[in-house]
């Protein structure tokens, strides 16, 4: 039976990355405001623009730069195209970010804590204008086919669901219970400055090129748990130790699959702890193999495999005509991208981007 956590190829990155959003059953979720609160940033700065209009590029230089002047950045990728970045936090104190949709982030505290950059202004509109149709037609064909990829996915998330309820009939919750607390005394108690606080990050993403990881709770961990499934358990287990962590006040990075929402990454950044269902040879520290086959029950009622395998298939087809139509979204997106090239004039981009890289870099070292 293939696990709903296989297929991803590992994205390699310098650092350590998230994806700023992913497409879900319920449409695209992006996680910006999180990553970018203008109540705890020293500054947001918004990047608004068309396909192509170099803002990824942007926000790589701003990090680059960070980076000359001995500043960390985190990196967020697109969640619908890997190779674009859509955020940067520098040192934790500036962000820079796509806001153009369907990412729609605006100014919270225009002026006083965001600065709005609109990268129209570098783009020759009578160029635009005479492609009208072209923009037109690849933008409505793009979005026919967003929405019959969000169509397959909420169905393959029904048959998850529907994988995941059967699942539940063969796993042993008691003994799961029993090896987490025993963990739990193995990690140690809270530490002071932990509260129980989970913050979501997504390390997968089911994009316009295929599914993505980013194997950066292996990287930030020195201790990762490779959770392999068995009979779907790996799902409700996850959620169990997620909860029962939460609950006890330890501080919580959780990863999410992007379609079915399922846990599939737990990492106790204090504790430099780590539990993960794929990707774990990615790890730099201790890795060991924790297999769900333990919490499978003794006796799994009749039918239930059966009922499981058939579930798996259909979702398994179900993203498959997913993908199909992410492709076709792909064709679209790229075309549009090539059109608003033309009209960009990029070397006046560039001069504006090595000044506004110039003020970030003041700000962080100031």
């Given at each position: 039976m293939k696990s709903i956590y296989g297929g991803y190829t590992r994205l390699d990155t310098d650092g350590i990355a998230y994806f700023a959003g992913a497409n879900t059953a319920d449409g695209f979720r992006g996680l910006y405001n999180g990553i970018a609160d203008e109540r705890r940033m020293e500054r947001v700065y918004i990047l608004k623009g068309g396909p192509g209009t170099g803002k990824s590029t942007l926000i790589r230089k701003a990090a680059d730069a960070a980076a000359k002047a001995g500043v960390p950045a985190e990196l967020y990728f697109c969640g619908s195209d890997p190779y674009s970045l859509d955020c940067a936090v520098l040192g934790g104190r500036i962000a820079v970010l796509d806001g153009t949709a369907p990412h729609g982030r605006d100014m919270t505290y225009p002026g006083a804590a965001s600065s709005?950059?609109?990268?129209?202004?570098?783009?020759?509109?009578?160029?635009?204008?005479?492609?009208?149709d072209a923009v037109f037609a690849h933008s409505e064909a793009k979005s026919a086919a967003w929405t019959s990829a969000y169509r397959w996915m909420r169905a393959a998330d029904a048959a998850d669901e529907e994988r995941t309820a059967y699942a539940a009939q063969c796993f042993d919750a008691g003994k799961a219970e029993a090896y987490i607390g025993r963990r739990m005394k193995q990690i140690?108690?809270?530490?002071?400055?932990?509260?129980?606080?989970?913050?979501?990050?997504?390390?997968?993403?089911?994009?316009?090129?295929?599914?993505?990881?980013?194997?950066?709770?292996?990287?930030?961990?020195?201790?990762?748990?490779?959770?392999?499934?068995a009979y779907g358990c790996a799902v409700p287990f996850m959620e169990l130790l997620a909860?029962?962590?939460?609950?006890?006040?330890?501080?919580?990075?959780?990863?999410?699959l992007p379609v079915t929402g399922?846990?599939?990454?737990?990492?106790?950044?204090?504790?430099?702890?780590?539990?993960?269902?794929?990707?774990?040879?990615?790890?730099?520290?201790?890795?060991?193999?924790?297999?769900?086959?333990?919490?499978?029950?003794?006796?799994?009622?009749?039918?239930?495999?059966?009922?499981?395998?058939?579930?798996?298939?259909?979702?398994?087809?179900?993203?498959?005509?997913?993908?199909?139509?992410?492709?076709?979204?792909?064709e679209e997106h790229f075309a549009l991208e090539e059109i608003y090239k033309q009209a960009m004039d990029f070397p006046a981009l560039g001069r504006f981007t090595k000044k506004l890289c110039a003020e970030i870099t003041e700000r962080l070292t100031e």
């Open positions: 709005l950059i609109d990268l129209s202004r570098f783009w020759d509109s009578g160029m635009l204008e005479a492609e009208r140690g108690k809270p530490k002071p400055e932990e509260s129980g606080r989970t913050v979501l990050r997504y390390t997968r993403a089911v994009t316009m090129r295929g599914r993505f990881y980013l194997p950066a709770f292996e990287r930030l961990a020195e201790t990762v748990f490779a959770v392999a499934d909860g029962r962590l939460a609950a006890a006040g330890y501080d919580t990075l959780v990863s999410r399922h846990a599939d990454g737990i990492l106790l950044p204090a504790h430099r702890i780590a539990f993960v269902t794929a990707g774990a040879d990615d790890a730099d520290g201790d890795v060991r193999r924790l297999n769900m086959a333990r919490f499978v029950k003794t006796e799994i009622p009749a039918g239930v495999r059966g009922q499981m395998r058939l579930a798996a298939k259909v979702e398994q087809s179900c993203m498959e005509e997913a993908e199909s139509a992410l492709a076709r979204a792909s």
